[in-house]
């Protein structure tokens, strides 16, 4: 503890009176913008082909289920499920440009957002 208090005595005097702060470079607010819409955007196209392949698991499960409750059921569940997945993550994406629309307002940037 000793060790710990010395090392901050000594040392807090060199990092308030350094020569210039270390700040943050101000960095373009539109890189990360493109940025983080590329992969919002990656991700809304492997969720979609997840919830198109879960969609052609289940239907395929319906017409193979030959009269089996338990087996129909659960292909019932998985398309639905999965129709519930991909309307959660068409609305995150809506949300997510909306958003983007709105931050690109308050920064005063203007954004090129593609479906």
Do not use: H
């Not at 990092?15 to 983080?36: E, H, M, N, R």
């Not at 969609?55 to 499960?61: A, Y």
């Not at 809506?94 to 709105?102: A, D, G, K, P, R």
Request: hydrophobic share 50%; proline share 3%.
């Amino acid at each position: 503890m000793k060790r710990i208090t010395a090392f901050c005595v000594l040392t807090l005097p060199f990092l308030l009176l350094s020569g210039s702060p270390a700040f943050a470079a101000s960095g373009d607010v539109t890189k990360i913008q493109t940025f983080i819409q590329s992969v919002i955007q990656v991700l809304v196209t492997l969720a979609g082909l997840l919830s198109a392949g879960f969609f052609v698991w289940g239907g395929v499960g319906y017409i193979t289920s030959s009269g089996n409750p338990e087996s129909l059921d659960r292909s019932k569940k998985t398309i639905f499920y999965s129709a519930i997945g991909l309307a959660i993550v068409l609305g995150a994406f809506v949300l997510s440009n909306i958003v983007t629309q709105l931050a690109g307002s308050a920064f005063g940037t203007t954004s090129t957002t593609t479906p």
